[in-house]
């Protein structure tokens, strides 16, 4: 009888947070994240410490954009519970006709299937500092 992986892939568990904020759901991308979660958000100039923290952004975030997308263009399993994506956002925001686009790195780290830290970059930066970290964890 073969043993089954107990411990959910990380890639996967990224897959459907974006999911969930492709379809507005606070509830959906706060679950991925651990109680005492980090978001470093160096690209907004923000850091939010704890889940009630994180959400507060996320709903407010979200309240700024009329229509807002959230693509993948590259994730990584960097190993150790690292994950490294490659993030495209495209919005509205409320109240323009004008439209934003951002390609931002993002560098998960996991822990027992929560987001313990996320940090946000500029991409090069990103998959430097997620490549690093992944090798500190090792």
Known sequence: MSEESTTPDPVELVRRAFEGANRRDTDAVMSSFAEDATFDGRALGDRFEGRAAIRSFVEEWFGMYEELEYGLEEVRDLGNGVVFA???????????????????????????????????????????????LAEERG
């Open 86 to 132: 490659v993030v495209v956002q495209n919005g509205r925001p409320a109240g323009s006709a004008g439209r934003v686009r951002q390609r931002e790195g993002w560098a998960f780290v996991w822990v027992r299937g929560f987001v313990a830290r996320l940090t946000i970059s500029e991409v090069d930066e990103a998959r430097a500092a997620a490549e690093r």
